[in-house]
Nanobody, 123 residues
Framework: VQLLASGGGLVQAGGSPRLSCAAS????????MGWFRQAPGKEREIVAG????????YYADSVKGRFTIPRDNVKNTGYLHMSSLKPEDTAVYYC?????????????????WGKGTEVTVSS
């Protein structure tokens, strides 16, 4: 499956941008989806994950209550709705698709990755 992430850019602290991840090539609803991010000089980390059916979600503690990860399997698109952004949210955000085996929310099962979209939060 090919993934195309969009929606990043320069955002002021407190802003509420929305990232999109458009999937093509295979049936999107067959895959769990995740959003990961990598800040300069840091390891890639999971931000949020959602099961293929949409019934189960996961959020990193750092974004819990501020981000949501809806998906629309009819439109073959996943989203990351961000709010109350902080400068520490500055990173390149990647969407991914695959399987979060046993709800481990690990990147190991993510077989497909988008190119990433950069989010820069100014204070």
């Amino acid at each position: 499956v090919q993934l195309l992430a969009s929606g990043g850019g320069l955002v002021q602290a407190g802003g509420s941008p929305r990232l999109s991840c458009a999937a093509s090539g295979r049936t999107f609803s067959n895959y769990d989806m995740g959003w990961f991010r990598q800040a300069p000089g840091k390891e890639r980390e999971i931000v949020a994950g959602i099961a293929r059916s949409g019934g189960v979600t996961y959020y990193a503690d750092s974004v819990k209550g501020r981000f949501t990860i809806p998906r629309d399997n009819v439109k073959n698109t996943g989203y990351l709705h961000m709010s109350s952004l902080k400068p520490e949210d500055t990173a390149v955000y990647y969407c991914s698709a695959g399987s979060f085996y046993g709800r481990t929310w690990s990147p190991d099962g993510m077989n497909y990755w988008g190119k990433g979209t950069e989010v820069t939060v100014s204070s």
